[in-house]
């Protein structure tokens, strides 16, 4: 079936338009945000419509040519096709109309950092075809899109893109589709390279012999296991005049012209100086960032507590302690056992556990600072928060993630 001249009047964190017809909410594949389409319905559900766009009708304001050759197809940008102001802004409704469905609270203005639009990014994930070819998914799909560069990967990235994918087709044309992924992480000296797939003993002799004395940081991945190749197997990196030792497979913010920006307003929001327990802490940049000294961090990747418990050493803390534990098994008597005066989180896109909403707030903690990569579950978190007594103060949000519909928030939130 198809339905004609629907508006585009919002667009979903996923990258899909939303309209209204009839009385019905409209998600719609391909659509930009301001114009006005035919769509044809792929599905229906009990309260909304699955369509994909068949034409414009009327073109959207907010319109510009994508500077990417490969934004129709590839998956990696939502949003390019629409003016960055106009991408502030529906990031803004995004971050107020989750709140207003959780929580009830009507925050308008929600302020946002500007990012620079483009070379943004200190690590980007391609798939690696049989030939050893670079490529991103398509949009909606599993299908490979091959690309030459990214613009949104930082220059050091790009500049080195072709280098790397000389080596790419050298081990997948020698051993067969052999690597699957390759992540580049870039640092101001080196970058890094995670090669995962299926390596034989052949390929691994090989890739050792080959490339241990390479410029590359070079790490294989079979399923679980690591193998460093070459160099140390970790990347340095520099925030806040502090240095971070950051691991293969430990979280780093990607973003390298917001991260002191993110930072700075958890900082602002956490106030003077006191002790902080900060649960989901990575190796623990963020913790360090905000708060000088006096840290607990908690976090489930034990190399990344290893590093954590290396840059508290390499940033001259003198009072820290870092545990590899799962967040939600801390409970209420060990936050007041170690006198903790505030509690930062910064949880994966799913957010917290409803234990750590329960933990926090029976133990008494009056101050709460919350990182959160995704709008919907930040919202909910809130809401338990404010079931348990708790108010929010304040709200800021960094674009950590332009040409997406994807931004990074911070709340303060505190006991009434
Ligand atoms: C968004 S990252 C934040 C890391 C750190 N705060 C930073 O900015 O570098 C989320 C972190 O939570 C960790 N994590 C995921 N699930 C967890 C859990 N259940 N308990 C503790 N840590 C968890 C991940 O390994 C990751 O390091």
Redesign the pocket.
């Known amino acids: 079936m198809i339905i004609e001249d629907i508006k585009i009047i919002d667009i979903l964190q996923d990258g899909r338009g939303v309209a209204r017809t009839e009385g019905k909410t409209v998600f719609v594949e391909n659509a930009v945000y301001g114009e006005t389409l035919d769509a044809e319905i792929l599905a229906e559900k009990k309260n909304f419509l699955e369509a994909r766009k068949i034409n414009t009708k009327i073109k959207s304001d907010y319109q510009r040519k994508p500077p990417c050759p490969y934004f129709y197809e590839c998956g990696g940008c939502s949003i390019m096709d629409i003016n960055y102001d106009t991408q502030i802004e529906l990031k803004k409704n995004l971050i107020k109309n989750a709140l207003k469905k959780s929580t009830g609270l009507e925050i308008d203005g929600i302020e946002i950092v500007k990012s620079p639009e483009f070379r943004y990014r200190n690590k980007i994930r391609l798939q690696v075809d049989k030939d050893g070819g670079l490529n991103y998914l398509e949009t909606y799909s599993k299908k490979l899109v091959k690309i030459d560069d990214c613009l949104i990967a930082n220059e050091k990235i790009s500049e080195n893109l072709d280098r790397i994918e000389k080596i790419t087709k050298d081990i997948n044309q020698k051993f067969t589709a052999s690597i699957e992924e390759i992540t580049i992480r870039a640092s101001e000296n080196n970058i890094l390279l995670n090669l995962q797939g299926n390596f034989d003993n052949n390929a691994i002799a090989y890739i050792k012999e080959k490339y241990s004395t390479s410029n590359y940081i070079i790490n294989l991945l079979i399923a679980r296991d690591l193998i460093t190749i070459n160099g140390e197997g970790y990347l340095d990196y520099k925030i806040v005049q502090k240095e971070f030792k950051i691991s293969a497979n ?4 990607v973003n390298d012209y917001q991260i002191e920006n993110l930072y700075g307003v958890a900082r602002e929001f956490l106030g003077e100086k006191q002790k902080l327990l ?10 360090m960032s905000i708060n000088d000294d006096h840290i607990v961090g ?4 034990k190399n ?1 507590i290893e590093d954590a418990k290396e840059n508290a050493k390499r940033n001259g803390l003198r009072d820290y302690k870092f545990i590899a ?4 098994f801390i409970d209420s008597s060990f936050i007041i056992k170690e006198k903790i005066d505030a509690v930062t989180v ?3 896109r799913a957010g917290l ?1 409803k234990d750590v909403v329960k933990t926090i707030a029976n133990a008494g903690i009056d101050k709460i600072v919350y ?1 959160s ?1 995704n709008p919907q579950t930040l919202a909910r978190d809130i809401k338990r928060f404010m079931d348990r007594g708790y108010k929010l103060e304040k709200i800021k949000a960094v674009d950590m993630f332009p040409q997406t519909m994807h931004v990074e928030s911070v709340v303060l939130m505190s006991r009434k």
Request: net charge negative; charged share 25%.
């Open positions: 430990d979280f780093y913010q900060d649960l989901y802490c990575g190796s623990a940049a963020s913790s908690v976090e489930i990747n990344a534990k799962n967040a939600k910064d949880p994966p556990d990182i990569c």
